[in-house]
Structures are given as structure tokens and as C-alpha cells.
């Protein structure tokens, strides 16, 4: 099956700093993958996905890449608020088989200085 | 706003008692939904795949007889803690794909504590 693996674990980082945090899969079958933003206490909120027949997407100030060759993907956070600071969670699928089952990293903690 | 509620948000039971928490799609139909129990600290582990009209797939090593899934509509589905224990206590979260495209909107989670 497939195994995602997040890291950093833990970031720190002042605020107005970019933070990346990368995502390496394993099952060349996947070609979806969301970012979720979990607060504590509550549940994940999608941030943002890309598909495999793209290599970037951009959403204001989030950013994710996609190397489909080196199986691996990151999220890119720039000029990073405060209200940033939560765990943020990766994770892979295969659309169209498993009824669209997520594997999900272990998660970062990013922390955002003022 | 949100487009997966659940109810309760949290709910506070005696041991060797039963807890039924809801999921639901608010604005669309879902033939699939996912179950998710999470520790502090830890990532999502899957428990179950409830699907709609028929029998839910339970991952490996989740007691199916314990945490009872039925998906009785197209935007509902129902996760029953039976004869909680202490050790079911965790942070229960449901999901469900919204449409073809197959991106998966996570509900506001259910707090469960078993005394």
C-alpha cells in the first residue's frame, strides 16, 4: 500500500519568513494530493491539492509543487501570519480506485513568531 | 461554510456504554464516506470506508463488532462506539469526497470521553 512521509516534524518560523514543508510517497499509482490545515480541536480544512498532470499550483500564498519522477510534493507558505501556526497534514491517493482513500503524513506543527 | 457537519461535537459517556456520532454531507450526495480516529498528536489512521447501500470496509485491526458504520442515505452516515472503554476515548472525524473530482472535505471532528 502506499506510505507518506512528512517532514519536518516541527517548524518554527517569524512571521513575514517563507516555510516549506516536503512530502515524499511511495505508490507511483497516486495522482492526487490534498494539504489540510487542522487547528486544535477541530477538523482538517483542505488548503489545497494538485494532480498529477500538473507540476505547480499556486493559491495566494500557498504554493505546492509536484515531482512525479522523485515522488515527492511540498506545500510553500510565504510572508506567513501568526494565524498560520497549526498542524498541517499531506497526503496521497489514487483517484478512481479505493473509493478515493487518503494516506496521510505524520503531520508538521509550524509555529509562526510575531 | 462548512459542507461536513457532525454531530455531536463531543459527547462525555460511562464505560460499557454506547455512543452513536453522525456525519453529514450538507450540499451533496455521498456515496462514500470515511471514518478517521485520531490521537493527540498523531496523524488521521483510518478506521472504515462506510458506503452507501452496503456493508462498510473496516481497515485491519478495527473491531467491526465494536465500531458499528451504517450508511443509511446518501448523506449520512453513522459511526456507533458500542460498550465504550476508556481506551475508545479519542477525536473521531469523518470525510467524504464531494464530487467526481473525488476532493475530500473533512467534518469539525467528535471529541469522545469514556469514563
Known amino acids: 500500500g502506499e506510505n507518506v512521509e512528512q517532514h519536518p516534524s516541527t517548524l518554527s518560523v517569524q512571521e513575514g519568513d517563507s516555510a516549506v514543508i516536503k512530502c515524499t510517497y511511495s505508490?507511483?499509482?497516486?495522482?492526487?494530493f490534498p494539504w489540510y490545515k487542522q487547528e486544535l480541536g477541530k477538523g482538517p480544512q483542505l488548503i489545497i491539492d494538485i494532480r498529477s498532470n500538473v507540476g505547480e499550483k499556486k493559491d495566494q500564498r500557498i504554493a505546492v509543487t509536484l515531482n512525479k519522477t522523485a515522488k515527492h510534493f511540498s506545500l510553500h507558505i510565504t510572508e506567513t501570519q501568526p494565524e498560520d501556526s497549526a498542524v498541517y497534514f499531506c497526503a496521497a491517493s489514487t483517484i478512481g480506485t479505493s473509493g478515493s482513500r487518503l494516506t496521510f503524513g505524520e503531520g508538521t506543527q509550524l509555529t509562526v513568531n510575531p | 461554510g462548512a459542507v461536513v457537519s457532525q454531530h455531536p461535537s463531543w459527547v462525555i459517556c460511562k464505560s460499557g456504554t454506547s455512543v452513536k456520532i453522525e456525519c453529514r454531507s450538507l450540499d451533496f450526495q455521498a456515496t462514500t464516506m470515511f471514518w478517521y480516529r485520531q490521537f493527540p498528536k498523531q496523524s488521521l489512521m483510518l478506521m472504515a470506508t462506510s458506503n452507501e447501500g452496503s456493508k462498510a470496509t473496516y481497515e485491519q485491526g478495527v473491531e467491526k463488532d465494536k465500531f458499528l458504520i451504517n450508511h443509511a442515505s446518501l448523506t449520512l452516515s453513522t459511526l456507533t462506539v458500542t460498550s465504550a472503554h476508556p481506551e475508545d476515548s479519542s477525536f473521531y472525524i469523518c470525510?467524504?469526497?464531494?464530487?467526481?473530482?473525488?476532493?475530500?472535505?473533512f467534518g469539525p471532528g467528535t471529541r469522545l470521553t469514556v469514563l
Open positions: 470525510s467524504a469526497p464531494r464530487d467526481v473530482t473525488d476532493t475530500q472535505y
Open positions: 505508490d507511483s499509482a497516486s495522482n492526487y
